[in-house]
Each structure stands twice: as structure tokens, then as C-alpha cells.
Nanobody, 115 residues
Framework: QVQLVESGGGLVQAGGSLRLSCAAS????????MAWYRQAPGKQRDFVAR???????SYADSVKGRFSISRDNAKNTLYLQMNSLKPEDTAVYYCRAMTPGRLYWGQGTQVTVSS
């Protein structure tokens, strides 16, 4: 059974940093494209960043230059380094795994950025 468990969220002041982690099990992690999404209260879930199985990355314009996605295939873990955080980054952050025919989501981790 596939499990994605996010951690690392919390409360941080504007300009601060956080690193999110997503521990994956039940999938061949190294072969799967992975991504981070986020959902603010009352809004839809939005794309943040993705990394291919080959390590190619892409980012939403709103986080380019501030966030960095990475993966450690030996640890089956996905990361999101978030720097220069802004109040508008406040959201629940979700990890997503893409497999043929299905997407898997974690339970989310709350990130709150105070001004």
C-alpha cells in the first residue's frame, strides 16, 4: 500500500526558511515523478514544484528562486527547501506521487508564515 508522509511544516516569520520532507513507501520511489502542491484556505490546490525520476525540476512562477525541490532515492524521500518565505506561502503542503493511471497524495503539512 502506498504511503506518503509529509513533515517539517510549522510557523515561521516572513523571510525565514523551512524544509519539508515526504517519506514514501509502497512504490518504487526512484522511478516515480514526484511533486509538491499547496492549498490555502478557501482556494484550490496549486502546483508548487515537481521533479522527474531523472532529476529534472520545474517550479511555479510564484516560488522560483526561493524554493528548491530535491529527492533522495536511497532514502525514498522528497524534499522542499523553502527560503525567503512570504505570508502568501501560508498553506497546507502536499506531496504527490505519479504512477501509471493513478496519483497518490500525502495527508499534508501546515506551513504558516507570519508577517
Amino acid at each position: 500500500q502506498v504511503q506518503l508522509v509529509e513533515s517539517g511544516g510549522g510557523l515561521v516569520q516572513a523571510g525565514g526558511s523551512l524544509r519539508l520532507s515526504c517519506a514514501a513507501s509502497g512504490i518504487i520511489f526512484s522511478r516515480k515523478p514526484m511533486a509538491w502542491y499547496r492549498q490555502a484556505p478557501g482556494k484550490q490546490r496549486d502546483f508548487v514544484a515537481r521533479v522527474s525520476s531523472d532529476g529534472f525540476t520545474s517550479y511555479a512562477d510564484s516560488v522560483k528562486g526561493r524554493f528548491s525541490i530535491s529527492r533522495d532515492n536511497a532514502k525514498n524521500t522528497l524534499y522542499l527547501q523553502m527560503n525567503s518565505l512570504k505570508p502568501e506561502d501560508t498553506a497546507v503542503y502536499y506531496c504527490r506521487a505519479m504512477t501509471p493511471g493513478r496519483l497518490y497524495w500525502g495527508q499534508g503539512t501546515q506551513v504558516t508564515v507570519s508577517s
